[in-house]
């Protein structure tokens, strides 16, 4: 069975940096596309961040230069460095999976910028 579990939310003041892990279980994560979404209070779902088996990276407009998204395959292991966090950011941030037997989620991090 397919689990994600994320850490590494929290409180942080506008400026700050946060990195999210999320660690993998019950896949062969190595061949996977793994990614970050987050919901907002009152939004929708957003991807954030997505990384490819082989590496190569998207991100969203409002993730570009502030956000690194990263991969290590040994640890099963993926993570979200944010910089230069806003209040907007706020959310709570996902891991998600998307594999042959459909696509899996964790249970989220929260994730609060407030000064």
């Known amino acids: 069975q397919v689990q994600l579990v994320e850490s590494g939310g929290g409180l942080v003041q506008p400026g700050g940096s946060l990195r999210l892990s999320c660690v993998a279980s019950?896949?062969?994560?190595?061949?996977?596309?793994m990614g970050w979404y987050r919901q907002a209070p009152g939004k929708e779902r957003e991807l954030v961040a997505q990384i490819t088996p082989t590496g190569s990276t998207y991100y969203a407009d409002s993730a570009k230069d502030r956000f690194t998204i990263s991969r290590d395959n040994a640890k099963k292991t993926v993570y979200l460095q944010m910089m230069s966090l806003k209040p907007e950011d706020t959310a709570v941030y996902y891991c998600?999976?998307?594999?042959?037997?459909?696509?899996?989620w964790g249970q989220g991090t929260r994730v609060t910028v407030s000064s």
């Open positions: 019950g896949v062969i994560f190595s061949i996977y596309t």
């Open positions: 998600h999976a998307n594999t042959p037997g459909g696509y899996y």
